[in-house]
């Protein structure tokens, strides 16, 4: 036998058993749950032209994608996430819709990341996008649905942090920097790395008071949980505006009863470009990062031909199994009823059958096994 | 949200040696201790301080942003040359002040020409991450980075590399063997860093930490 058969590749396994059970059953509950807001779900092909996933409009460097030819000898790219694709999608199919559209899915996502690190090169994400909806309730809607999410999984102990990028975006417009020290700056803030901001900030001669300003925004431990104290920092409409559009969504979120949940950390921004407006992480205990990811933007769709505004939030179902394994939370899953009957004996296949198809019927699960020979075993 | 927190232990992983002896004792200073750890003898890898909820462990240095990126220490300290060369996703809050040295390019007085052009050369180092982005993209040269494990400054002399990129104190070992610092990288001291999602989770705990610290190093 050759043992090198048996073994999978670093960084993608094999799912079985209980666990795959387990798995199943919570991609379900959640998609009964993003059903019944309304959503419709997509299927999308695993792999798309490169230029889908590109630098501007994919938020994964280039050299983390599984790349391949075809025989054209275009490039093609194993998705590393969805939101590209549904936006692609949106743009081709709802090219002329003008009402929201709702779309959902699920499935695996490839990432060529380095070994050796304890990270999973494929995994299950499932999430929603709802496009042509600029609202503040919109916005609403998917942060609460995040938060449904979670809580319907069976987490208990969970965060949704929530970010605005226009707030940071107006600040350092106010203060004048140009775009490269812009994106460095933001690199910075987003890895919380206060002293690189710093640094940073010092190296490109930026005034007072604009550096004080956006070294406040850059250190997490005077970091502007309220919304009023950002409120004060800012002196240009494009931060106050920020400001004003999350206070809104203060309000949707406190309608969907989901505020306790949430916090406000305006210094959350992403390294990329592609967020415009709202920006959110949910974090749990027992995963050393984010479980769902997600956020506004609304100068996707246009790359690919359809100017529309769209949020969208994107759920990594294997994190969510690591948190329920690590804080020992069972996310309850409908245990197998066996059925058993002896195979040489007359009627009992046939009377264990009627059995099991009642069980069945009232929704049980049933699996049928034959009693061997050799063993003794419970009748049906 | 507080039922679970209480349950939870703030967990710190410390590089061995030097570092973790001065994080321990700068901790004392704003109140925390371990008196566990204090016992010289003991074989325990992890020590407990039950009434404030900590944890703590010690590991190799390269290993500590993984374990704190991973999840498996809230909080981490290193020094600032290995967060660098690691290169993992954490938060970096706070600059301990101690464990003070430079990352510089050393080499023979001679190969300081070399520096000069855009020439290829050979660069040995315990740092590929940290050389690969000085010589790529601060000084736009290319060069054949080797990787080794210890005693760096061999390169040179038994013609294995041109220059070497490593961690220079006293510089008293470069002297002895002929050589000398020729660019310096970055300055390096010890860091601080976090999980960030223990950041998010935990924020009221490691905030007045690191509040607290800040006020004792006087910034």
């Known amino acids: 036998m050759n043992q090198k058969l048996l073994h999978t590749p670093e960084g993608v396994r094999d799912i079985y058993g209980k666990e795959y059970a387990k798995k199943r059953k919570l991609e379900g509950s959640l998609r009964t749950l993003i059903e019944s807001f309304g959503y419709e779900e997509i299927q999308t092909p695993t792999f798309e032209f490169f230029d889908v996933f590109s630098r501007e409009i994919g938020t994964t460097p280039s050299k983390d994608l599984y790349k391949f030819f075809d025989k054209e000898g275009n490039t093609l790219v194993l998705r590393p996430d969805f939101t590209p694709s549904i936006a692609r999608c949106a743009a081709k199919y709802f090219r002329e819709e003008k009402a929201p559209i709702r779309l959902s899915y699920k499935g695996n996502t490839f990432t060529n990341t380095s070994n050796l690190q304890g990270k999973l090169k494929e995994l299950t994400q499932m999430g929603a996008e709802l496009i042509n909806d600029p609202s503040v309730e919109a916005d609403g809607e998917m942060i609460a649905l995040v938060v449904e999410a979670l809580k319907k999984v069976g987490l208990k102990e969970f965060q949704v942090s929530i970010g605005q990028v226009e707030y940071f975006k107006g600040l350092c417009q106010e203060a004048g920097l140009d775009e490269e020290t812009e994106l460095d700056l933001r690199a910075c803030i987003s890895g919380k790395n206060f002293f690189a901001a710093q640094e940073l900030l010092n190296e490109r001669n930026v005034a007072e008071p604009y550096r004080e300003t956006l070294l406040k925004v850059a250190d997490l431990f005077n970091s502007m949980t309220s919304l009023n104290d950002a409120r004060q920092l800012a002196h240009n409409e494009r931060s106050l505006a920020a400001i004003d559009r999350l206070e809104k969504l203060d309000h949707v979120l406190e309608c969907y009863g989901v505020k306790d949940y949430i916090s406000y950390d305006l210094g959350m921004l992403s390294k990329y470009n592609y967020y415009t407006g709202v920006i959110f992480k949910a974090y749990t205990f027992g995963v050393g990062n984010a479980v769902v990811t997600g956020g506004r933007y609304n100068s996707l769709l246009g790359r690919f031909g359809k100017s529309a505004p769209a949020v969208g939030f994107a759920i990594v179902i294997d994190d969510i199994m690591e948190a329920l394994a690590r804080q020992k939370t069972e996310f309850s899953e409908e245990e197998i009823l066996k059925l058993y009957y002896h195979p040489e004996e007359e009627g009992s296949f046939a009377n264990a059958l009627e059995k099991a198809h009642h069980l069945r019927q009232e929704g049980k699960r049933v699996a049928l096994l034959a009693v061997e020979k050799t063993m003794g075993g419970e009748q049906a | ?219």
């Open chain 2, 1 to 219: 949200m507080n039922s679970f927190n209480d349950e939870h232990y703030l967990t710190f992983a410390l590089g061995k040696g030097r570092l973790a002896n001065k994080t321990l004792e700068i901790l004392e200073q704003i109140g925390i201790s371990c008196e566990e750890m204090k016992d010289k003898n003991s074989r325990k890898l992890i020590f407990v301080n039950e009434e404030l909820k900590m944890k703590f462990f010690l590991a190799k240095g390269p290993d500590v942003p993984t374990y704190v990126e991973l999840g498996s220490a809230d909080i981490g300290v290193v020094g600032y040359d290995t967060v660098l060369e690691e290169n993992r996703n954490v938060y970096e809050v706070l600059d301990l002040g101690f464990g003070k040295c430079r990352m510089c390019v050393c080499g023979p007085a001679s190969a300081r020409e070399l520096l000069q052009h855009h020439e290829r050369i050979r660069v040995a180092s315990k740092y590929p991450n940290i050389a690969r982005d000085y010589f790529y993209n601060k000084k736009h040269q290319t060069v054949d980075i080797i990787k080794l494990n210890g005693s760096v400054e061999l390169g040179p002399l038994v013609q294995l590399s041109d220059v070497i990129v490593d961690i220079v104190e006293t510089g008293s070992t470069l002297r002895e063997n002929g050589l000398e610092v020729l660019e310096e990288v970055c300055p390096l001291s010890a860091r601080m860093i976090v999980n960030p999602v223990s950041m998010q989770m935990e924020k009221a705990r490691i905030r007045d930490l690191v509040l607290k610290l800040r006020e004792y190093l006087g910034r």
